[in-house]
Nanobody, 120 residues
Framework: QVQLVESGGGLVQAGGSLRLSCAATGTIFSINTMSWYRQAPGKQRELVASITSGDSTNYADSVEGRFTISRDNAKNTVRLQMNSLKPVDTAVYYC??????????????WGQGTQVTVSS
């Protein structure tokens, strides 16, 4: 069984910072890409940032230069440092991992989501 658990969401004023963390646990053989997505009320889920096992990163244009994604392969964790937050960043943030389990199953796994609210 594989679980992804996010932490670090909350309420912050515009211009502030938050750091999200996500830990993948269970019968994991290897993790390829780890990503952060977000979904604001009434909107589709969108990719915020992703990072490969080789530390190649990709960011949405809207967060480039403000957010930084990083991972610790030894701990199966991924973090999202969010700086200069704006009210438009308000959303539920989800962690995702493209991984292979010990039984050889290759699939995407998702966390339960963590709320980020940025007040103006």
């Amino acid at each position: 069984q594989v679980q992804l658990v996010e932490s670090g969401g909350g309420l912050v004023q515009a211009g502030g910072s938050l750091r999200l963390s996500c830990a993948a646990t269970g019968t994991i053989f290897s993790i390829n890409t780890m990503s952060w997505y977000r979904q604001a009320p009434g909107k589709q889920r969108e990719l915020v940032a992703s990072i490969t096992s080789g530390d190649s990163t990709n960011y949405a244009d809207s967060v480039e230069g403000r957010f930084t994604i990083s991972r610790d392969n030894a701990k199966n964790t991924v973090r999202l440092q969010m700086n200069s937050l704006k009210p438009v960043d308000t959303a539920v943030y989800y962690c995702s991992a493209d991984l292979v389990t010990n039984s050889g199953t290759w699939s995407d796994y998702w966390g339960q989501g963590t709320q980020v609210t940025v007040s103006s």
